[in-house]
Structures are given as C-alpha cells and as structure tokens.
C-alpha cells in the first residue's frame, strides 16, 4: 500500500521521494499534561537556551509505561519565579525554571512496524509526527491558534483532535470511532455489503435528515447487482445518529479541558469523513 502510494504522489509530483516525515495516528497515542522544575544554572540567574532545554528533558521524565515511548514534547508555558504565563523565558532572570508540558505517547510495537513498513519501500524517515499536529500545522492560521480552536479529523478507524490556544497546543485526543463505522451503520440498517454502503454514504449521504425529501428514493439496482429500493431519509438517519456520537466524543474531551462552546475560533474539520453534506 505505501509503495503504490509512493508511486502515485512521485509521478504526481515528477520528483523521486527520498525522505518522509511519517504521521502517526491511532488509539494507542496517549496524551498527558507533565511539569518540570529546574534551578537556573547560570550565578547571575539569567536563563539560556541550555537551561530551557534542560526543564523540558525535566518534563518529559514522567512514568512511561513499559510498552510506550515518547513522540513529542510540547511546552505549553513556562514560569519565572512565580511569575507564569511567560512563552519564551530565555534571556530573563530567575532562580527557578518551570514550565508546563503537553506530553504524547504512542505504542512502540506500533510505531516501529509502521516504521518498518516505511523502510521497506526504501524511504528514509526524517522524523514521527502525531497525524493531528501535522493536520493542525496545515491547515490553522496563526491568529486562530492564538484566539483558541479545535481541529477534528474525521478518519475512517479513528477521530483524532486538537486544542490550540494561545498559539499552542493545549490538549490531543484519538478516540476509536471514525467514518468507517457509519458505512458500517448503513451496512447493517440497511442489510447491504459493504461496497454498496460505502457508494450509498459517498453518492447520497447526508448528516442532516432535515435537509431530504420523504420521497427520494434510491434504487440499489442501479448501484450493484443487489435489488431493493431505500430511502434516502432513512440512510440520513442512519448516519446522523452516528455522527451524533461521535461528536458527543468529541465534546466530552473539550469538556476535560473546560473548552466546550469556548472555542472563539471555532471547529476545523478536516479528513474524509468531514466531506460528508451537512456534516457542520
């Protein structure tokens, strides 16, 4: 699957790929807040790039479990002697250095046979990124990290999200529900294969049954050789409600962090399952 992609984006592009920065998603990543606490090193007290690297290494010696290991350390906001709030603490003066970190994990056995996949195909890995960091570095804007937002991508196994808030990220989640399960949904409500409800959420899929007719219906026969005539109010239905949990997901991990409907800048939804109609 990597090599065939690999094919396509190099005739896309008309350049060899060599390197890659591989996005790793999944329910095993695990976020965590963690704290770290230096004295400065320097006698005058004036804190260098050394000693910020130092209370980050200092942040990150919280208890990993056995089988996990470390993706990224996030420095949320360090503190000055008290005095907290301060993003970039380098050239001040002080005693005592701490800072306040976003601390993500993910799976090691999952990590390293994605990576061996990777390097099967004779790609070099310049680095590990969490899928919903690198989605968020693409499509926000500077101004809406600052004034607060989410961004949610709809995967096909997995929803992941993002909080940012004062140009930072504040809280990252993957829960285990994704775009998949609604083809699901619409297989089982409808006792269809999966292809055929797969065509039927990309071809007539709506999330809001509000917005279809009573009469539309959709004959199968002109998707497959199954026979049966369905109606569209009824798949609208079907996927609504699952997307109706899987936003109420969603929501309770804004709740864990008092964010919830105090996002100024809003929801970005990204990923496949945001193409859905009248999914916003």
């Known amino acids: 699957a990597i090599s065939s992609c ?5 005739r896309m592009t ?3 790929l060599e390197q890659a920065w591989i996005s790793v998603s999944g329910s095993h990543v695990v976020a965590q807040t963690s704290h770290g606490v230096i004295a400065v090193s320097k006698p005058n007290g004036e804190i260098g790039e050394d000693d910020v690297t130092r209370v980050v290494e200092a942040a990150q010696a919280v208890a990993t479990p056995p089988n996990y290991e470390l993706l990224h350390v996030l420095p949320r ?3 000055v002697d008290g005095q907290g709030g301060i993003k970039d603490p380098t050239g001040m003066t002080g005693v005592r250095l701490e800072v306040e970190a976003q601390i993500i994990q993910g799976q090691t056995a999952q990590i390293k046979n994605l990576t061996k996949c990777v390097y099967r195909t004779g790609v070099d890995i310049s680095d590990l990124v969490l899928g919903v960091l690198a989605c968020a570095e693409g ?3 500077k101004r809406q990290k600052e004034l607060g937002v989410a961004v949610v991508n709809i995967g096909s196994a997995t929803t992941s999200l993002l909080i940012c808030e004062e140009g930072d990220p504040l809280h990252a989640a993957v829960l285990p529900v994704g775009s998949g399960h609604v083809t699901n949904d619409i297989a089982i409500g409808l006792r269809t294969s999966i292809d055929v409800a797969e065509r039927l959420k990309i071809d007539f899929g709506q999330a809001d049954p509000d917005q279809v007719g009573k009469r539309e219906d959709i004959d199968l026969s002109e998707l497959s050789n199954e026979e049966g005539v369905v109606s569209r109010k009824h798949l609208a239905e079907i996927i609504e409600a699952r997307l109706e949990e899987i936003f109420e997901l969603v929501d309770r991990e804004f709740q864990k962090v008092d964010r919830s409907g105090k996002l100024p800048a809003g929801v970005v939804l ?3 399952g945001a193409k859905l109609p009248g999914l916003i």
Request: no cysteine.
């Open 14 to 16: 008309g350049t060899p």
């Open 6 to 10: 690999l094919e396509r984006a190099e």
């Open 139 to 141: 499509v926000l804007t």
């Open 77 to 79: 906001s360090f503190t």
């Open 270 to 272: 990204t990923g496949g």
